[in-house]
């Protein structure tokens, strides 16, 4: 327990100068990169790598369309400086558990953005005068040897009479719960989708199937992988008014249900409604 409780601390301080959108943005594209499905293949090989891609993914992004302003240059440089650090400093860490951090990283910067929000009246910036010059990336090649270097002659486990078990943080629950309170991951990118399939309709063709992230806020389900889909999920119509209609609103909540487990590991929302429609245990 005390090897839980010293990593949560860690992404904690970490985490304290995360409070922006952009920041759970760029958190989110390098553990989308840490789990492609499309790099499915050699499982030894992609231990390897996957971090790798992730590092390199946030070192391309820098100078796109992606980090164009302050905003998300400040916050690109310290999701990419993070990464990069945590990788030279642990060469060893399986690709999982860097998955799992990436996760709580994500959360406890939610946290840390709400507090800000909160200060400041539910508007303004991230705090300025940070560096908006890039400070990672130059050391790719050096996480990759030391990597390699530390996979490829990890020694084999000595039996003990009691081995101490690993530490690990929470994993997510199997069981899928009936209905569990979510608000989009990117609601600008909600935004977006819902402005699509009105231009969509307007035109008279059939609007096209995206799927949207979607965060849980209570229970056992804060550990999935939720999404939704445009055209796929009962309710959205609803779901896209509340959006049309609520202009800045950041905390909002609508309702899951109707969730199937995908073979990927994520977690499909069937239904998402406005008000709950069961009732929901405290």
């Known amino acids: 327990m005390s090897g839980m409780r010293e990593r949560m601390a860690r992404l904690e301080r970490d985490a304290t100068g995360m409070g922006t959108a952009n920041h759970g943005?760029?958190?989110?594209?390098?553990?989308?990169?840490?789990?492609?499905?499309?790099?499915?293949?050699?499982?030894?090989?992609?231990?390897?790598?996957?971090?790798?891609?992730?590092?390199?993914?946030?070192?391309?992004?820098?100078?796109?369309?992606?980090?164009?302003?302050?905003?998300?240059?400040?916050?690109?440089?310290?999701?990419?400086?993070?990464?990069?650090?945590?990788?030279?400093?642990?060469?060893?860490?399986?690709?999982?558990?860097?998955?799992?951090?990436?996760?709580?990283?994500?959360?406890?910067?939610?946290?840390?953005?709400?507090?800000?929000?909160?200060?400041?009246?539910g508007g303004g910036r991230a705090p300025v005068g940070r560096p908006t010059t890039k400070s990672f990336g130059a050391r790719i090649a050096e996480v990759e040897r030391r990597r390699r270097a530390a996979l490829a002659v990890a020694p084999r486990p000595v039996?003990?009479?009691?081995?101490?078990?690993?530490?690990?943080?929470?994993?997510a629950p199997a069981a899928l719960p009936e209905e569990v309170a979510v608000q989009f991951a990117e609601l600008g990118k909600a935004r977006e989708e819902r402005g699509r399939a009105a231009d969509r309709v307007k035109k008279g063709k059939e609007p096209k199937d995206a799927e949207l992230g979607l965060t849980a806020l209570e229970g056992v389900a804060r550990g999935m992988r939720l999404v939704?889909?445009?055209?796929?999920?009962?309710?959205?119509?609803?779901?896209?008014?509340?959006?049309r209609t609520t202009p800045g609103a950041q905390d909002w909540v609508c309702y899951a249900s109707g969730m199937e487990r995908r073979a990927d590991g994520v977690v499909f929302v069937g239904r998402l409604s406005l008000t709950p429609t069961r009732r929901q245990d405290a």
């Open 25 to 121: 943005r760029f958190l989110s594209e390098a553990m989308q990169a840490l789990r492609d499905p499309a790099a499915a293949g050699d499982v030894d090989a992609d231990e390897i790598e996957a971090p790798l891609r992730a590092l390199r993914l946030l070192d391309a992004l820098w100078g796109s369309s992606y980090a164009d302003r302050p905003e998300p240059k400040v916050a690109l440089n310290e999701i990419g400086g993070w990464l990069e650090r945590r990788l030279l400093s642990a060469p060893g860490l399986k690709a999982a558990e860097l998955l799992i951090e990436l996760g709580w990283l994500k959360r406890l910067a939610r946290h840390h953005e709400a507090l800000r929000r909160e200060s400041t009246g």
């Open 159 to 171: 039996p003990s009479a009691a081995p101490a078990p690993a530490a690990k943080l929470p994993e």
């Open 228 to 243: 939704c889909s445009t055209t796929r999920t009962a309710g959205m119509g609803e779901v896209f008014e509340r959006i």
